[in-house]
């Protein structure tokens, strides 16, 4: 079955994962799995991102588009070279663990993560896009087990909604939380 959680006013992509986060902990469930609402993930690659959970070695799955056996289409230049190049090389380097992708939001959690207090997801500066890649540096700079796994990603026509993202503005708030965590600004 699928269960929706909607909120009343959009308040950000950070502000609705928190309260599918609150209600998966409220419910008990053990995996979360992350994927994007516009059609760009494709949902039969989800036992790909669950699987190395079950197995027992994972925490944390991101989906990588740039792995062997991932895709991606309809990306424009500049999106390609600030997701495949410019964040992962920041996001390693402040995380001093490579990754090949840090901006991609198919993914799954073991959602017994989301109850360690020194992740704190609630901060309110974490509304928007700046969730998930502060997740995503917490869990490796924690220790939990990381592993990334090849997933599609392709994104709709532009004539059809291709992105709400605003270069400048939202990429500032994807790379937030590399400089501030990597610069011990925030927790």
């Known amino acids: 079955s699928i269960i929706v959680v909607r909120s009343e006013t959009n308040h950000g992509i950070g ?8 209600y998966v902990l409220a419910h008990g469930y053990d995996i979360l799995v992350i994927q994007a609402g516009n059609d ?3 949902p039969l690659q989800i036992p790909r991102l ?3 959970i079950l197995a027992g070695d994972a925490d944390f799955v991101q989906g990588s588009r740039y792995l062997d056996g991932g895709a991606f289409a309809n990306m424009p ?4 070279v600030g997701t495949r190049v ?4 920041i996001f390693s380097l402040a995380a001093r663990h490579r990754v090949t992708e840090s901006t991609n939001g198919f993914r799954a959690i073991r959602t017994s993560l989301l109850r360690d207090p020194r992740i704190d ?3 309110p500066w974490l ?3 700046e969730l998930e890649p502060y997740l995503l540096f917490k869990a490796i700079t924690l220790g939990y087990r990381h592993r990334e796994v090849p997933v599609t990603k392709i994104y709709p026509p532009r004539e059809l909604g291709y992105s709400k993202m605003r270069p400048f503005i939202d990429w500032w708030s994807i790379l937030r939380p590399v400089v501030y965590l990597g610069l011990g600004l925030k927790k």
């Open 50 to 52: 669950v699987a190395p």
């Open 15 to 22: 502000a609705s994962m928190k309260n599918v986060f609150d």
């Open 121 to 123: 997801w609630r901060q």
């Open 127 to 129: 509304d928007r896009y």
């Open 86 to 89: 410019i964040h992962p090389l």
């Open 40 to 42: 760009k993930d494709d």
């Open 77 to 80: 230049a500049y999106r390609l």
